[in-house]
């Protein structure tokens, strides 16, 4: 009998975009340069903001939520000499949490539901296989709901369990919920967590910068210039995340620090491309704002000094530059500025803190 598959190629031109993906990839966890972000601070954040609206919505703490989820495993496990997967009828499992962590049952099926799979969900979106904005994933959504002559079943194992519930701490993290917890008070607490994060970002940037010894401002949204005459920028061209000035004043980084989701699949491949290429998009923008600097350099470089103390050479150069705190598909796509993640730039940046990367030069 002749084996059926489904083969999908890539032309070459494609191959080696992908193929460049994956060595930025490599890199960036290769690396032994300092994460800018703590997972564990991440999910403090998460806890402090959600503690409220997420027991107003679902009826207990996100903290109980997840907790209830992680220890499944103590109180439920496959048959010996089995698979390491559970198969339990939905009502006896929904029950059986609820006994067991003294909760309302009410309140389990809505955590649960947020991280199961179910037919229901995946025809709703009429996926296809070259459908990319599929949202219903099982990297999110570890739990399946499966079909059974004695009622639905639940089907899971506990090592997706745990992988997928630090997926979904990430995701809220950039204000992508459940459809079962996208609520409007959560979704609020998310979005302030996101603009903190966003914030902090920015924060650790400046003192990476500052640790190889340039001279930064941040959040710049004016500047003075020798007289004493005040230039706004915040609406037009746009406020500008970091500017950095080089131990030897020859080189000011403009820098936009963009805190975005990882880029994991075709779904986000597209969105990043979407993020930084086009009109009024971020590449655009950038470029405005780097024309501006260019044309008032001199109102630059005076409000430089004056604000970080640092000494500018007037021959310096501005160089833009997109910081993403992972590895961005938009990164393979050439142009006049460089995007890379902020953990290699600044691993190549400590070995030599008086000048720009080599590998970064246009």
Known sequence: ???????????????????????????????????????????????????????????????????????LKEFSSPPKDSFDVLFIPDQKLYAGIALNYSLPETSVRRVISGLTLTKESLDAENREVFDTKRHFQSRFRAFARLPHSTGPHLAWDTFTLEESLAEVVGDMSFCKLPSEWDLPSIYGAVQSVNQTLGKRFVQQVRDRFESCGWRCKT??????????????????????????????????????????????????????????????????????????????????????????????????????????LFPNFAATRATDITVISAKVFFQRLTTNPLSWPTSLEG
């Not at 190629?9 to 975009?17: V, Y």
């Not at 994460?35 to 703490?61: C, M, R, S, T, Y």
């Open 1 to 71: 009998m002749q084996a059926k598959y489904f083969e999908y190629r890539l032309e070459p031109a494609a191959q080696a975009i992908f193929e460049s993906f994956q060595k930025m990839k490599i890199e960036h966890h290769a690396s032994s340069g300092k994460e800018l972000e703590d997972f564990a601070d991440v999910w403090n954040l998460l806890n402090v903001q959600l503690k409220e609206p997420f027991e107003k919505e679902i009826g207990i703490p996100i903290d109980r939520a997840f907790r209830l989820c992680f220890g």
């Open 219 to 324: 959040e710049v949204k004016g500047f003075i210039d020798r007289n004493g005459a005040s230039y706004n920028i915040a609406n037009d061209p746009g406020e500008i995340d970091v500017l950095a000035v080089s131990p030897d004043g020859s080189i000011i980084a403009q820098v936009e620090c963009k805190r975005l989701s990882p880029s994991t699949d075709t779904r986000t491949y597209r969105d990043d491309l979407s993020d930084f290429y086009g009109s009024g998009k971020f590449v655009e923008k950038a470029n405005r704002k780097h024309e501006w600097l260019i044309k008032n350099q001199l109102v630059l470089i005076a409000d430089l000094e004056r604000s970080t103390g640092a000494r500018v050479k007037q021959t310096a150069i501005v160089r833009p530059i997109f910081l993403t």
